[in-house]
Structure formats: C-alpha cells, structure tokens
C-alpha cells in the first residue's frame, strides 16, 4: 500500500497539518487557529471466541490512533464485515455490544456505519476526533536525546498463534486481552503533560516496524533495548518452540533495510520485536529531562507495565538498533 500510494500526490491544502507523507496513525485536518479534526479508520478479524469482547478489543484498537495523535475522540461509525450466514445473529449483536461498551468509557458518541456481506468476519471503527493543532504528536517529531517509552507489553500475535495451536493454555489470553482491551486514553492523557516529541502505537507492523516508523518520519537512529521491552512471558517461549504469526516474517522484511541487531540480542527477542500487536500501546519519544516523571505518572495511572525501553540518537539514514544494556 505505501508504494501504491506513492504514485499519489500529496495533500496541497495548508490545512492538512498531518497527511500520507509519513505513515501516521491518523490525518489531522486544521478547522480553526485553534481546533483541528483527527481522522483514523481501523478494522481487525476476530482475536477472541468471545464476541463482546472481541467487538471491545476493535473499538479499543481503532481509538487507539486517535490517542497517539494526541487528540480526543469524539464520534465513530461502526465498520461491519459480516458473513450472511453461518453466525448468530446473537454473536453479532455482541460485536456491536461490545464495541458500543469501549465507545462509551471514551466518550464517544456513534453516529452511524456502514455493513458489507463478507466471507470473512471482520469488525472496527471509523472515528473521528479533536486536537489543539499546536499540540498535535506525529510520529515525525522524535529527536537525538529523546528517551522511549512503551505503555503496554508485546507478544499478542504470538500468544494468540499459540492458543490457537493448542501450544498453550487460553488463561494466557485472558490475560494479553485484559491489556488489549485497556484504552490509550489515559496514556495519552499523561504524556500530554510532557514535553513529549513523537508518539505511534503497536499494532499490526510491530515494535519494531512503527519504531522504523518513527526513525524513517524523523530522520533520526532509535536504539530499543530488547531486555526492558515488558513481554508477556508465555510469548517468547513460544517463539523458542518456533511458534510465530503470518505478519511476523513480512515485519522483519519491513525493517531490513533499516535494522541492526547486535550480537547479543537473542533471536526470539528479535523475533519478538516483529511480533504483530492488535490495540497495542503507546512508544513515546519524550524529552530526556522528563522521562522518569513520565513513566512515574503512567505508573501511577494505574498503566502497570509501562517501561522506558530505549532512545533517540542522530543518524544520517533512518536506523534502527536492537541492543542490550542501554541503562
């Protein structure tokens, strides 16, 4: 899809403050000198046997990059991929029960959606949402000194993989769900009292591809120590066990061009950097100065798992390193 894109010219509109450039998690459109709208659209296939929750963990997700613009949702439409038969109509309307559920711990007013008969189950929001144009955080804006912070823990894919394949207990997926179905909100909210830089959230490409992200949109090197990155423990000894995901190996090659793992990094804890993450957490490139107050406030917010796993540095080319023992 980048490379399609490619081929289309960017947004001439001085208004479009964030737009296809750089691979952001949602547009920002500049209404007035002092409110811009926040747009994103986001769908998953399902990642729970539970249709509430399911419908919890796609509203959770789709919100998500709304958040890591720094902005505040405000309304969503309700995107429905659903088969004409074969599910209960109850189960779908615990999809929508539940999406509904995450909507309004957020605040969000549904105003409408769109339903497509497809073969494939697959549900998520399109939503809409507020930001302060001075105050919006791209993923563009990260800089040599800045420090990394990562809100939630990785190995989703993978545990999920492993649940599936009956290589592991579903109690371990309670427990990555609990996480999944967890807002941004509250850590957008923190690091909005901070000098923060850049902000994305992990999702489908991985730490490590919105990390490149980051490093490619900023014309910076980041540097991620791959033993402060909070796990699920299940996770990597799955990957040992040689468990992965479809996305894993398209992850790693989304990177190639930009990576560097250092001999010391085992290859389950790069494996697991490619990991793909549904309603994953915040990466955070933050100033130094107010790192720790940071990861103190998201701590305290009750966000348990938050963790500074890394740092900005100059680079002539986008780079991103994989190392240990950065603090």
């Known amino acids: 899809m980048a490379e399609l894109l490619k081929k289309f010219p960017a947004a001439k509109d001085p208004n479009v403050l964030v737009g296809l450039e750089t691979s952001d998690d949602a547009g920002v459109f500049k209404l007035t000198s002092e409110l811009a709208l926040v747009q994103t659209i986001d769908i998953i296939t399902p990642i729970s046997d539970n249709p509430e ?3 919890q963990v796609a509203a959770a997700n ?57 073969d494939e189950l697959k549900y998520g929001l399109s939503v809409t949402g507020l930001v302060h144009p001075q105050r919006v955080v791209t993923n563009s804006g990260a800089r040599p000194g800045d420090k990394l912070i ?7 894919g993978v545990i999920i993989g492993g ?14 769900l609990q996480d999944m179905l967890q807002l941004n909100k509250t850590a957008c909210e923190s690091m909005l009292q901070f000098q923060v830089h850049a902000c994305t959230d992990i999702t489908g490409f991985g730490l490590a591809g919105h990390a490149a ?7 910076t090197g980041i540097r991620i120590d791959t033993k402060r990155v909070p796990h699920y423990p299940e996770s990597m000894d799955l990957i040992r066990q040689g468990v992965s995901t479809r996305m894993t190996p398209l992850n790693r090659d989304l990177v190639k061009d930009c990576v560097v793992v250092r001999p010391e990094v085992a290859l389950e804890e790069e494996n697991l950097c490619y990991d793909p993450q549904t309603s994953g957490g915040l990466f955070i490139a933050v100033a130094a100065q107010d790192a720790d107050h940071l990861l103190e406030t998201l701590h305290a917010s009750g966000i348990a798992h938050a963790a500074m796993i890394g740092e900005v540095f100059a680079s002539p080319e986008p780079r991103l390193e994989l190392v240990h023992g950065l603090f």
Request: positive net charge; charged residues 25%; hydrophobic residues 40%.
């Open 150 to 156: 990562l809100s939630k823990p990785i190995g989703s």
């Open 163 to 176: 649940v599936r394949s009956g290589k592991l207990d579903p109690s371990a997926l309670d427990r990555a």
């Open 53 to 55: 929750v399911f419908g």
């Open 213 to 219: 992200e980051v490093a490619r949109a900023s014309k």
């Open 62 to 118: 789709s919100l998500s990059d709304v958040y890591a613009m720094g902005g505040r949702p405000i309304t969503a439409l309700n995107l429905c991929c659903f088969p004409g038969s074969g599910i209960p109509r109850e189960a779908l309307e615990a999809i929508l029960r539940g999406g509904l559920e995450k909507m309004l711990e957020a605040g969000v007013q549904l105003i409408g959606g769109h339903t497509v008969k497809d």
